[in-house]
């Protein structure tokens, strides 16, 4: 079993195979301590703000690069975590003190309270539990991708670290006006019983509550020239007292809201957010939500897992609630592709396309362990759907050294085609990917560094490109179209004028024109 290839751990019995997997999880956090970034965790070494990115990469990785970022409108990454364990006016202080200063002076001279938190269990070694092994190890490795050197400094470093990646897409390029690019920042709510005021410490994993990440994106997006690229994403638990409240006093400052419900331990179905979900529909606010398995957060109960199937958002759809699924239903360990099917069967439903305002997003979906899940996006949808399915990196997990899919993409049987372009196959598992840039007439040999270059100076750089040029069954085979890497009110707008999408989508329409139409790109 390759652990650091998929970073999940599954729950298994005390059997003679289980004993020797805990052992080898044992042996991967000695390792890992000692070393992480040699063994899984891994990072950037450059510095895109140390070294500008035409000096940083080949001619021909940062022709890619533009070219992928070449659209017509801005790149939108709708699903961006981050973490944290202090108040916010502390960070504040360190990376954007201007800002810090005004906030507070808003603040009637009082410092920002909003304090982020990660569950202790996170950092505590428990040898005789593999879950907690598990949950160690990925704290772990994610700490070292994000250059947080310690604990004390998990805040500023992670934030730093997402800043100078995103500078040096926007500012430090040849154009003066940088690539444009928009990066949806994602807050987390924890664990509530029906009722429930303030989250239950034992049961959550990670809680980046609201205000942190609006203060936190106003932040970033002051120490970046011209631009303001970070946007807020809200995320509220309907099972805890407040949510009404907590929704209406973010209303006007974010659009966006994220649920991760196996996580949270809420039922989307469940009768009791009604009250929830229309003040959701009320204020015009769009739902993130989390699908598939949940490998990234500890749940309290395994039934929980049910909650993750996008058959369960009927009731926000039909309230015209446009609802976005995250990784399109297909971040599970389902070889079956359950709820994935799930996703695109509530697309092709005849009694609700028509009507339902229903996105999916390409999160962590080119990560190894997912990449037959991306493989059957672009069989069953890529251009089918091309208005309805929306970018997402799920950063930090792309910047994951182990978990980049260059190895899976490009093998050994790397070959020329006959046109003198470079096809690349894996053929073990009938999977292409096919650079339609500049790739063409490229040494094959050299075509894994190039990838590993751009990965090496931008992991968030690296997850555009790879999605931009992934094709099935061959350089002509579906792609996913430039549209996906566009905002969800753009997709809105140009479905509505697109004359050869015969079905318009109602409740979309609906909603773009009460919400949406000032927002689109």
Same mark, same amino acid.
């Given at each position: 079993?390759?652990?650091f290839?998929? /970073? $999940? ?9 289980d004993?020797?997997?805990?052992? %080898?999880?044992? #042996?991967?956090v ?7 970034s ?5 990072h950037s070494?450059?510095n895109?703000?140390?070294m500008?990115m035409k ?9 890619i690069?533009d ?13 961006l975590?981050?973490i944290?364990?202090?108040n916010?006016s502390?960070v504040?202080?360190?990376i954007?003190p201007d800002?810090?200063?005004?906030a507070?002076?808003?603040n ?8 982020a938190w &990660?569950?202790?269990?996170r ?8 879950k ?5 190890l ?5 700490m070292?991708?994000m ?10 470093d ?7 990646l995103?500078k040096g897409?926007?500012?430090? &390029?040849d ?10 920042l994602?807050a ?17 994993d990670?809680y980046v ?6 203060? /936190? ?14 946007v807020? &994403? ?12 907590? /929704? ?5 400052v974010?659009?966006?809201?994220? =649920?991760?419900?196996?996580?949270m ?10 009250? !929830?979900?229309?003040?959701?529909k009320?204020y015009?606010m &769009?739902i993130?939500s989390h $699908? ?9 109960d395994?039934? !929980?897992?049910? !909650?993750g ?13 446009p609802v ?13 592709h ?6 695109f069967?509530m ?6 396309k028509?009507? =339902?305002? %229903? #996105? ?5 979906l080119t %990560?190894p ?5 991306f493989?059957?996006?672009?069989e ?6 091309k208005?309805r399915i929306?970018?997402? $990196? ?6 994951v ?5 260059i190895?899976?993409?490009?093998? $050994?049987h790397?070959?020329?085609g ?7 196959t894996?053929r ?20 894994k560094k ?5 990965f ?13 040029i992934l ?13 996906m890497?566009?905002s %969800? ?7 509505q ?8 989508r109602?409740q ?14």
């Open positions: 079993m390759n652990f290839k998929n /970073l $999940s751990v599954p729950e298994i019995d005390q059997e003679s195979d004993m020797r997997l805990h052992l %080898l999880l044992v #042996f991967s000695i390792i890992c301590c000692s070393g992480c040699a063994f899984g965790g891994g070494n450059k895109p703000l140390k500008k000096d940083g990469l080949s001619p021909i990785a940062l022709e690069v070219q992928a970022f070449d659209i017509g409108n801005p790149v939108v990454d709708h699903h975590h981050v944290g364990e202090k916010i502390s504040m202080a360190k954007c800002y810090a200063a005004e507070k002076k808003e009637g001279g009082k410092e920002i309270d909003s304090r &990660v569950n202790e269990d950092f505590s070694l428990n040898w005789f539990s593999l907690r092994l598990g949950l160690f990925k704290t772990k490795v994610l070292d991708t250059k947080i050197e310690g604990r004390k400094n998990t805040d500023i992670s934030a730093n670290r997402l800043l100078n995103v897409l926007v500012e430090d &390029v154009n003066a006006n940088g690539y444009d690019l928009e990066i949806y994602l987390v709510d924890g664990y509530y019983e029906k009722g429930g005021y303030g989250f239950d410490e034992k049961y959550t990670i509550p609201n205000n942190y990440v609006v203060h /936190l994106s106003r932040c970033l997006n002051s120490e970046v020239k011209g631009k303001s690229p970070f807020p &994403v809200i995320s509220i638990n309907p099972n805890r007292a407040d949510a009404v409240k907590e /929704l209406t006093k973010y209303k006007d974010a659009r966006y809201i994220k =649920w991760l419900a196996p996580a331990g809420f039922d989307p179905l469940d009768p009791y957010i009604d009250p !929830f979900l229309e003040k959701v009320e015009g &769009v993130i $699908s598939g398995g949940e490998h990234a957060f500890d749940i309290k395994e039934s !929980f897992r049910k !909650f199937d996008p058959l369960r958002l009927v009731k926000a759809l039909d309230k015209g609630i976005v699924v995250s990784h399109s239903g297909g971040d599970d360990d389902d070889k079956r359950r709820n994935m099917m799930n996703f069967k697309l092709e439903d005849d009694r609700n028509d009507k =339902w305002c %229903l #996105f999916g997003d390409t999160s962590a %990560l362990k997912n990449l037959s899940h493989d059957k996006l672009l069953d949808g890529a251009d089918k759907y208005y929306l970018y997402g $990196s799920d950063y930090p997990l792309p910047a050294w182990k978990m980049n899919p190895d899976e993409l490009v093998s $050994s790397d070959h020329v006959e046109d003198g372009t470079c096809d690349v894996d073990a598992e009938d999977r292409y990917i096919h650079n339609k840039f500049t790739l063409d007439g490229f040494p094959v040999e050299n075509s190039v990838l590993r270059d751009i090496s100076y931008n992991p968030l750089a690296f997850d555009v490109v790879v999605k931009r094709h099935r069954k061959g350089k002509d085979g579906p792609e996913l179209p430039a549209e890497f566009m %969800l009110e753009e997709n809105i707008r140009r479905e004028e697109d004359k050869s999408v015969k079905v318009k109602k979309c329409l609906n909603w773009y024109n009460n919400f949406g139409s000032g927002h689109s790109d």
